[in-house]
């Protein structure tokens, strides 16, 4: 059993070594030959101030616009639509700290982490400076869409209940109500099972298995910033510049303090893979509601089908090579007898369809520790008009990537999603008066 863990191990890291290479390359490729220019869409932007911006929010490893050589995230989904912005947010950042950087990446200003948090997990209390926000008009009366993919998806929705809290010091006139709609595309909302496989204990969610597929990222991200390589950095960040992890300032002894887990992003739990364990997202949702004058969307993927009363991979063939391993091991997850069930009534049977990194349950609509109010939608004509308050959800058939990176894998079904996507936003989703609202829908 040991050598072939060793063995899941070492094909798992080559096949996660080659493709972030390959796509690397690409990025560095297409700069030195194409040398993108970002000027035309900035003119777009600027003649749509009558549109609501729709704001496409990377997920984990995921990057914004102006990284890896001008390489689309979102395999150019923001092209279709004449007002979106596509920010550059923390890969590996935590889920608290990206929806930060996503308010002031909007609104402007420096990035400020908040006081207390900053010192529970050692970093700096202040980040990025945007000297210009990308719609600092931003308030109820200038709404936005938000539409997250992957991990994304929750930093949305943390996002619109710090806006709710006025958690932002200075901005005492938040509220949920300045975000219309939410899309949650293959979205982690209820965590999932592959965190385990690639290296979180089951035992608390929080705490890294000594080998497993995370140590290695651990090692390799701490000595990436470490190094602060700068012409890396600017094709390629992962997030931690709050953390000061260079060398210019930690010097030969900081990092082995952060390779030993002393100190850091990954001792104090302030990344992202802890937010995206099953138990580190009902923590979560906890504090998370569904507002009742907000639209709610979500696409969950599937990549497997029930044969002969087990769940296996279907369309093998199509499946990404990224992620084929964890297809298989996600159908098949059994939780550890030893251990207590991350929450009381669960089943491993509920978990086993997935798209190779979230589980198709996680990725309907918040479910943990409260179920919110959903509609699965067959027929979009089935739900209209819209209500807010709800999540409307589908199963759509594919794998996590589907959607992003790779345009030509998803084929027409890139085509309908996102045209789906952008026409909602555009004609369906509109603002109600207050008495209209669905109250009950709020959690």
Not at 171 to 200: H, I, K, P, Q
Not at 333 to 348: A, E, F, I, Q, T
Not at 360 to 365: F, G, K, L, Q, Y
Not at 408 to 424: M, P, T
């Amino acid at each position: 059993m040991i050598v072939l863990q060793f063995i899941e191990l070492f094909v798992s890291t080559l096949v996660h070594l080659s493709y972030g290479f390959y796509i690397f390359s690409t990025g560095v490729a297409s700069d030195w030959i194409y040398k993108t220019s970002f000027e035309d869409d900035k003119e777009i932007i600027k003649s749509s101030k009558d549109l609501i911006p729709i704001v496409l929010v990377h997920g984990i490893f995921g990057f914004g616009k102006g990284r890896l050589g001008g390489l689309s995230y979102f395999a150019g989904a923001e092209k279709k639509d004449d007002r979106v912005l596509v920010p550059d947010l923390g890969s590996l950042t935590s889920v608290y700290d990206r929806a930060r950087e996503l308010f002031y990446y909007l609104k402007g200003g420096r990035v400020d982490y908040g006081e207390e948090h900053s010192k529970a997990c050692g970093h700096s209390q202040f980040g990025r400076v945007y000297k210009q926000g990308n719609y600092p008009e931003w308030d109820e009366d200038h709404p936005i869409h938000l539409v997250g993919h992957s991990a994304g998806a929750q930093v949305v929705r943390v996002l619109q209940q710090m806006l709710a809290d006025k958690a932002f010091e200075g901005y005492e006139n938040t509220s949920e109500n300045w975000v219309l709609s939410v899309t949650s595309l293959s979205g982690a909302l209820n965590g999932t099972t592959r965190t385990y496989f690639d290296g979180m204990q089951p035992e608390d969610g929080k705490s890294l298995m000594p080998v497993s597929l995370l140590q290695l990222c651990r090692v390799g991200v701490i000595v990436y910033e470490w190094l602060d390589i700068r012409w890396l950095k600017d094709y390629y960040s992962f997030g931690f510049d709050h953390f000061s992890m260079t060398w210019r300032k930690v010097g030969v002894g900081g990092l082995i303090d952060y390779l030993l887990g002393n100190t850091g992003p990954f001792a104090s739990g302030d990344w992202i893979l802890p937010d995206l364990t099953i138990q580190g997202s009902i923590e979560l949702n906890s504090l998370l509601r569904t507002f009742p004058r907000t639209y709610y969307f979500s696409y969950a993927t599937k990549h497997t089908t029930k044969v002969i009363g087990r769940v296996v991979p279907s369309g093998i063939l199509r499946i990404h090579p990224l992620i084929f391993i964890r297809v298989l091991q996600m159908s098949q997850y059994r939780h550890p007898r030893d251990v207590s069930p991350p929450y009381k009534g669960y089943s491993d049977e509920d978990w086993w369809d997935n798209d190779g990194a979230l589980n198709t349950i996680s990725m309907t609509h918040p479910r943990l520790p409260v179920e919110h109010p959903s509609c699965l939608v067959i027929k979009d004509s089935d739900c209209q008009p819209l209500q807010p308050g709800i999540w409307y959800y589908k199963i759509v058939e594919g794998d996590h990537i589907l959607f992003v990176v790779n345009r030509e894998r998803a084929g027409v079904q890139f085509d309908l999603i996102y045209d789906s996507i952008f026409e909602r936003c555009r004609k369906h989703v509109l603002r109600k008066k207050e008495s209209n609202s669905v109250k009950p829908s709020t959690l």
